[in-house]
T-cell receptor
């Protein structure tokens, strides 16, 4: 079974530039997550999609971050303009379902390491 | 507001001995607790979980214990192997419609040969 695919693996940009990350979840997974992991910290949820609808984006800095999941499959996360503090690993994850009582774990991609200089 | 805390940034254990990784939480609305393992340059991989209605779950060398009254869980690895050296994240799933995962800051486990 193919895992969660993310690209690019690494990106270096100057502050105030824009950047976009792409994620292709595991086939059939309805729920997709974007996490931000700053060095020395655990992953922090930015946004959660159920199919192509947003379930939770309460921690997404909406003045500069945006995300979309067209057709309920692939997703892109954009930062515009980037700040120095956005330097982090951006992880995409997917799971079969996010709601309901049945437990299903989230599967993570390798992440995109962003460095803002 | 750190709802999931891993107070030990690092742990070193001799090969063959037991590794115990600890995690504390503050939110009573968590219904599942998970452990993820992360190697450098890779995404976290799911290791083991436990429902809030259980106090123990075992999978091979890995056992997770949950103490709800103390809001504490621990991961035991017995026997520890050098390949277990990785960062271990404790995570908790909030009950409700969205069921978000909240992660701790991780513990770097080093198993010495």
């Amino acid at each position: 079974e193919a895992g969660v695919a993310q690209s690019p693996r690494y990106k270096i940009i100057e502050k105030r530039q824009s950047v976009a990350f792409w994620c292709n979840p595991i086939s059939g997974h309805a729920t997709l997550y974007w996490y931000q992991q700053i060095l020395g910290q655990g992953p922090k949820l930015l946004i959660q999609f159920q199919n192509n609808g947003v379930v939770d984006d309460s921690q997404l800095p909406k003045d500069r971050f945006s995300a979309e999941r067209l057709k309920g499959v692939d997703s892109t996360l954009k930062i515009q303009p980037a700040k120095l503090e956005d330097s982090a690993v951006y992880l995409c994850a997917s799971s079969l379902v996010g709601g309901g009582y049945r437990f299903t774990e989230a599967f993570f991609g390798q992440g995109t390491r962003l460095t803002v200089v | 507001d750190q709802q999931v805390k891993q107070n030990s940034p690092s742990l070193s254990v001799q090969e063959g001995r037991i590794s115990i990784l600890n995690c504390d939480y503050t939110n009573s609305m968590f219904d599942y607790f998970l452990w993820y393992k992360k190697y450098p340059a890779e995404g976290p991989t799911f290791l083991i979980s436990i429902s809030s209605i259980k106090d123990k779950n075992e999978d091979g060398r890995f056992t997770v214990f949950l103490n709800k009254s103390a809001k504490h869980l621990s991961l035991h690895i017995v026997p520890s192997q050098p390949g277990d050296s990785a960062v271990y994240f404790c995570a908790a799933r909030r009950s409700g419609s969205a069921r978000q995962l909240t992660f701790g800051s991780g513990t770097q486990l080093t198993v010495l040969p």
